[in-house]
């Protein structure tokens, strides 16, 4: 239970092109979704949460107009990077909040990962 | 703001033998959550352990159990009967409980290696 999707795993895009990742839980509802950055060999660095319906709420120095996020619905998140650099390139990784379901309570779920790579 | 200490960057275990993760924190609120999660080359974050803090037994799962200190506000994972699949980084992190905020915050990593 509790499992959460990313798509795509794995982008390559040229200099200028906006890409978009969805982030979905398959099996429980999640009001809120978060959205990691990840360096290798590091700690994930927390950019924005993510509610439903709402605008999401950025971190401290992470551009809201670079990093678009949208929530939708209960179950989906999508993060866009938009004209994206070389300087974007990095593994970014979401996550979902279990209130019900399958997951256990204020327990973030993480999906796989996209690793984006901007040429 | 909460923090979250790991002290150890780097460990290394022989199969079948038992480590000890530390973990410290430090947070003035009274109720939170605490997680370990570990994260294998596949890069997927695992959720290992979850921690009430208003419970005092210590949380267990399988061969992963905790040492809740709430007073010394830490949280080591204990992983018995070590095996190649542990081979990941380790995170501990933390959330409150209640609120609006739900964020975890989380340490720095330990990176476990099993030996055969």
């Known amino acids: 239970g509790a499992v959460v999707s990313q798509h795509p795993s794995r982008v390559i895009c040229k200099s200028g092109t906006s890409v978009k990742i969805e982030c979905r839980s398959l099996?429980?509802?999640?009001?809120?979704m978060f959205w990691y950055r990840q360096f290798p060999k590091k700690s994930l660095m927390l950019m924005a949460t993510?509610?439903?319906?709402?605008?999401?709420?950025?971190e401290q120095g992470v551009e809201k107009d670079k990093f678009l996020i949208n929530h939708a619905s209960l179950t989906l998140s999508t993060l866009t990077v938009t004209s994206a650099h070389p300087e974007d390139s990095s593994f970014y990784i979401c996550?979902?909040?279990?209130?019900?379901?399958?997951?256990?309570?204020?327990?973030?779920?993480f999906g796989p990962g996209t690793r984006l790579l901007v040429l | 703001a909460q923090t979250v200490t790991q002290s150890q960057p780097e460990m290394s275990v022989q199969e079948a033998e038992t480590v000890t993760l530390s973990c410290t924190y430090d947070?003035?609120?009274?109720?939170?959550?605490l997680f370990w999660y570990k994260q294998p080359p596949s890069r997927q974050m695992i959720l290992v352990i979850r921690?009430?803090?208003?419970?005092?037994q210590n949380a267990t799962e399988n061969r992963f159990s905790v040492n809740f200190q709430k007073a010394a506000k830490s949280f080591s994972l204990k992983i018995s009967d070590s095996q190649l699949g542990d081979t990941a980084m380790y995170f501990c992190?933390?959330?409150?409980?209640?609120?609006?905020?739900?964020?975890?915050?989380f340490g720095k990593g330990t990176l476990l290696t099993v030996n055969p």
């Open positions: 996550s979902a909040r279990s209130l019900t379901g399958t997951g256990k309570q204020e327990t973030q779920y």
């Open positions: 099996d429980f509802q999640a009001t809120t």
């Open positions: 993510s509610n439903e319906g709402s605008k999401a709420t950025y």
């Open positions: 947070t003035s609120e009274n109720n939170y959550y």
């Open positions: 921690q009430e803090a208003y419970k005092q």
């Open positions: 992190a933390f959330t409150r409980s209640g609120g609006s905020n739900y964020k975890l915050t």
